[in-house]
């Protein structure tokens, strides 16, 4: 008869239950591997054809109304982004007007700023951005957000 001493028991025990563990997590980390990309597109906004959006001067504030679903609740929302011309690229650049300090928004600066190079201004504690978003003046720790644009027409917000 194999007697099991106690030190035996716990070796098997610790054992059984990281190996229970690690299959238990084997599944999240082979979804964490997978490469296929899901879009959610409930929380889309459509800012015009791109030929609209290239237009006129920049950086320019475009406005835009949506409505998000969000489980049972439908929420209309409406705001404006900022866009820019990219300078190495012949694309656009859409940033969020949310000040990346405190979450204020940042609006177009006063024409005296804009001569130091300031585009856009926060008025709630001094943050200061230049025509592509990079943060140069005041408290902001980064650039505003640049949105990511999922087809020629809508934008991820």
């Known amino acids: 008869m194999n007697s099991l001493n106690r030190r035996t028991?716990?070796?098997?025990?610790?054992?059984?239950t990281a190996g229970v563990m690690a299959i238990s997590i084997l599944p999240l980390g082979l979804t964490a591997c997978n490469n296929k990309t899901r879009v959610d597109t409930s929380s889309m906004a459509s800012l015009g054809p791109i030929s609209e959006l290239?237009?006129?001067e920049f950086p320019?504030?475009?406005?835009y109304k949506t409505t998000v679903?969000?489980?049972?609740?439908?929420?209309?929302m409406e705001g404006f982004?900022?866009?820019n011309k990219n300078k190495n690229e012949d694309s656009l650049i859409i940033m969020s007007p949310v000040c990346t300090h405190l979450g204020c928004i940042a609006g177009n600066a006063e024409q005296d700023m804009k001569?130091?190079?300031?585009a856009f201004y926060c008025p709630c504690h001094g943050g200061e951005y230049d025509e592509f978003g990079v943060n140069i003046g005041g408290p902001p720790p980064r650039p505003l957000d640049i949105f990511k644009r999922l087809s020629r027409m809508a934008l991820s917000i």
Not at 115 to 118: A, K, S, T, Y
């Open 60 to 63: 320019k504030k475009v406005p």
């Open 81 to 83: 982004v900022y866009v």
């Open 9 to 16: 028991f716990i070796a098997k025990t610790l054992k059984g």
């Open 69 to 76: 679903q969000d489980a049972w609740v439908e929420q209309k």
């Open 54 to 56: 290239e237009k006129g």
């Open 115 to 118: 001569e130091e190079g300031v």
